[in-house]
């Protein structure tokens, strides 16, 4: 099948698998598009591993339909270095030094375009060519992953928690190398990780994976037009707060915490705006805070839900 025909990189329909009577993946749906960064986030335990694996063919799944690249999971073999999956754990040979190791998978690389060189410098690994992977740290030991993975020019990159071990700095390079693939080649990506602060600075789309199933997926624009802004008020006038609150157009009262705020969301009112109808009532606010919509504060929504 000619890939290039399709807009879709990626495409999992209906994925379950379970070990026993415990289902770790349940009706599993999950599009990435061609050209896209999509970020798949979940709490550790949440599933993305096994994912990655049924998706791989590396763990058979007992439902469910999956494509990439219009292969199979059985056929992935046909992609030849289409497919690059890299995972948290380095799978590199530990005895041989880091650019030995690149010159072998070079050899085996049918359409490489880049020397081991060049993926050293792409990852700042030029200092470490001499040492056996086994000395490497743990950030080390990922970068020599990924640049291991771009001698070729795939087509679609899958990274499990691909900022595992790196520093600050380690993970500023491989966010700026993400997005360059992706801008200058083409890449595009699925990144599988609990670390939603990373993620929001480069993915396109991003899917939140909770307890075996997707709860919300979609483009990042769409996802934080949906949200809408929530208020925290409070006021030593408490009851007649409260009694506006429920009765003012446009604002919907949620709750009121421990503390005395009033949570409410307000779809078409800014704030300043509920202050100035407060006023009008002689409702004296002594705190507004606005807590302004992101895909943060909607992961800890989704991810909580159903928690203790």
Do not use: W
Request: with cysteine; glycine share 6%.
């Amino acid at each position: 099948m000619d890939s290039s025909q399709i807009d879709v990189a990626l495409s999992v329909s209906k994925l379950n698998k379970s070990y026993g009577d415990f289902k770790v993946i349940r009706d599993l749906e999950l599009q990435v598009t061609r050209g896209s960064i999509h970020g798949l986030v979940g709490l550790n335990g949440s599933g993305k591993t096994t994912t990655l694996e049924c998706i791989l063919g590396l763990k058979e799944f007992n439902s469910g339909n999956v494509s990439v690249l219009g292969y199979s999971p059985a056929d992935l073999h046909r992609a030849s270095g289409k497919l690059v999956a890299i995972f948290d754990t380095s799978s590199l040979p530990p005895n041989v030094s880091l650019r030995h190791c690149l010159q072998h998978a070079s050899l085996l690389c049918e359409n490489k375009v880049r020397t081991p060189q060049e993926v050293e410098a792409m990852l700042g690994l030029e200092a470490f060519s001499k040492f056996k992977i086994k000395h490497l740290s743990l950030g080390n030991k990922r970068r020599a992953s990924i640049a291991h993975a771009l001698l070729g020019q795939p087509e679609i990159i899958l990274l499990d928690e691909p900022f595992n071990g790196l520093d600050a700095g380690g993970v500023d390079d491989v966010l700026s190398l993400i997005t360059r693939l992706n801008q200058e080649e083409g890449t595009s990506f699925l990144l599988s990780s609990h670390q939603l602060p990373y993620l929001e600075q480069i993915c396109s789309h991003i899917a939140v994976l909770h307890k075996g199933a997707i709860a919300l997926s979609d483009s990042v624009p769409n996802l934080l037009a949906g949200n809408i802004e929530t208020v925290l008020i409070r006021s030593e006038d408490r009851a007649s707060l409260l009694n506006a609150l429920k009765i003012i157009d446009e604002v919907q009262y949620l709750k009121t915490d421990e503390e005395g705020y009033h949570h409410i969301s307000m779809a078409n009112k800014s704030s300043s705006e509920l202050n100035q109808q407060l006023t009008a009532r002689n409702i004296e606010v002594s705190e507004l805070i606005l807590q302004r919509a992101s895909l943060a504060s909607m992961f800890r929504a989704i991810t909580s839900e159903g928690s203790e």
